[in-house]
Each structure stands twice: as structure tokens, then as C-alpha cells.
């Protein structure tokens, strides 16, 4: 098993910056890949990119692509999701998943909450 936690959430005027944290735990070397993801109210679950493990090669959807960076620091067992020139439309709940190698995201973390005030 794996357990993510999220942190780093928060209020943040439009055109600010924010990084959030994911920390992994447990069976983190059946790690394959960790992803973002955010889900706004009345809205269907977002991607927002993924870092592979090993390597760190990372992918974005062109929605956020220039905006949102993904980083990894594996001494530590954490992912950061850097997040630049936010938008009132950016609030959501933000949560950190991992997969073992499939499409399929195995663990998921409890999520951490982003408001972006105009």
C-alpha cells in the first residue's frame, strides 16, 4: 500500500503563485508514476499532469501546459506541483494520485483545497 498526503493548499489572489506537496509513504517503490489532478464543484476530475518515479519525465494536458509545473524530490518520497499565474477558475480541490505501471491510479491522497480570489 501507499499513502499520499497533500498539503500547501490555500487562498491566493489571481495572478499568484502556489506549490503544493505530496508526500508518499509505504510501498513507494512499487511506484511508477505520480499524477495531479483537481476536481472543481459541479465539475468532473481534472488531469493536470504526471512525473514518472524513476526518471522524472513529466506530461500536462495543453490546458495547463507554461502554467503548472511538476517536480519531484525522490530522497524525500515528494512530488510539488507548482502552480503559476492562477485563476479564479483554477479553484478546485487539488489531489496527488500514483499508479503501479498502468493507466489505471492505484492510491490516491485525501485532496487539499485551492481557492483563487479575483
Known amino acids: 500500500q501507499v499513502q499520499l498526503v497533500e498539503s500547501g493548499g490555500g487562498l491566493v489572489q489571481a495572478g499568484g503563485s502556489l506549490r503544493l506537496t505530496c508526500a508518499a509513504s509505504?510501498?513507494?517503490?512499487?511506484?511508477?508514476?505520480m499524477g495531479w489532478f483537481r476536481q472543481a464543484p459541479g465539475k468532473e476530475r481534472e488531469f493536470l499532469g504526471a512525473?514518472?518515479?524513476?526518471?522524472?519525465?513529466?506530461r500536462y494536458p495543453d490546458s495547463v501546459k507554461g502554467r503548472f509545473t511538476i517536480s519531484r524530490d525522490n530522497a524525500k518520497n515528494t512530488v510539488f506541483l507548482q502552480m503559476n499565474s492562477l485563476k479564479p477558475e483554477d479553484t478546485a480541490v487539488y489531489y496527488c494520485?500514483?499508479?503501479?505501471?498502468?493507466?489505471?491510479?492505484?492510491?490516491w491522497g485525501q485532496g487539499t483545497q485551492v481557492t483563487v480570489s479575483s
Open positions: 494520485a500514483a499508479n503501479r505501471g498502468s493507466s489505471v491510479w492505484n492510491y
Open positions: 509505504g510501498r513507494t517503490d512499487s511506484i511508477s508514476t
Open positions: 512525473i514518472t518515479w524513476s526518471r522524472g519525465v513529466t
